[in-house]
Nanobody, 121 residues
Framework: VQLVESGGGLVQAGGSLRLSCRASGRTFSNYAMGWFRQAPGKEREFVAAVSWRGSTTEYAESVKGRFTISRDNAKNTVDLQMNSLKPEDTAVYYC???????????????WGQGTQVTVSS
């Protein structure tokens, strides 16, 4: 599976961004999808995940109520709507694909190249 993210950028605190990840190469609907992020000097951390059918989602506590993950299997895309952004959300955001639904990055087999999100205070 090849994954390409888009939609990152610079936004003021309190603003919104929508990240999108387009998949190609294999049957997208066979994979659970996740979003992860990595800030400078920190480990990669889980942000959100969605099951292969889209019926189950999970979020990190730090983004609950602010971020929404969704997928469109017909378009081979998974999106992350980010509202009420905070400076601590600044990171490179990655989408990833896994055979089994999980929040552990080690469970994910395929990764995009990442997109930078910067939130200014």
């Amino acid at each position: 599976v090849q994954l390409v993210e888009s939609g990152g950028g610079l936004v003021q605190a309190g603003g919104s961004l929508r990240l999108s990840c387009r998949a190609s190469g294999r049957t997208f609907s066979n994979y659970a999808m996740g979003w992860f992020r990595q800030a400078p000097g920190k480990e990669r951390e889980f942000v959100a995940a969605v099951s292969w059918r889209g019926s189950t989602t999970e979020y990190a506590e730090s983004v609950k109520g602010r971020f929404t993950i969704s997928r469109d299997n017909a378009k081979n895309t998974v999106d992350l709507q980010m509202n009420s952004l905070k400076p601590e959300d600044t990171a490179v955001y990655y989408c990833a694909a896994a055979i089994n639904y999980d929040t552990d990055p080690w469970a994910y087999d395929y990764w995009g190249q990442g997109t930078q999100v910067t939130v200014s205070s």
